[in-house]
């Protein structure tokens, strides 16, 4: 960890498109949509903004392309609102699974060096002395051994 409480390596005040710095007037105006327009998006969970002690709503980058998103679904290919909301959930969903599939991914190519590296040590380990001979033929033929009688 960093001193100022930040990870090492990483600027606490660098801004990303998560990072929540614009004013619903601010917003409203990038996006081509109504301030009213957007407290209503808010209200029906389409997109929410992050919000400040006082409880100001704050967009980020990305919310910004989401507001233009709804608008073009809403206007442009006639979606109601209850139907881009689940679009969007949908969309989350499926970055969701594409992030675990990563990460099972990744676990998966781990645990296979691991057996790679595990195998090698196990070959390694073998005793040299022993070596099979290639003069010895295996066959499938049953040898059955009947003890001598006392006559």
Do not use: F
Not at 39 to 57: F, H, I, K, M
Not at 90 to 96: G, M, S
């Amino acid at each position: 960890m960093d001193g100022i409480g930040g990870v090492r390596g990483r600027n606490p005040y660098e801004l990303t498109e998560e990072s929540p710095v614009y004013v619903i007037s601010v917003a409203a105006q990038l996006s081509g949509l109504h301030p009213q327009t957007l407290r209503q998006y808010d209200r029906l969970g389409l997109v929410s903004p992050g919000r400040t002690a006082g409880r100001g709503r704050r967009y980020s980058a990305r919310d910004i392309q989401l507001l233009r998103e709804v608008q073009r679904l809403s206007q442009d290919e006639g979606i109601n609102l209850a139907g881009i909301k689940r679009i969007i959930e949908l969309e989350n969903q499926v970055a969701a699974l594409q992030d675990r599939v990563a990460e099972l991914a990744a676990a998966v190519e781990g645990a296979a060096a691991a057996l790679q590296q595990r195998e090698a040590q196990v070959h390694a380990s073998y005793r040299r002395d022993l070596v099979p001979s290639p003069d010895v033929q295996q066959t499938s033929a049953l040898v059955v051994w009947r003890p001598k009688r006392p006559e």
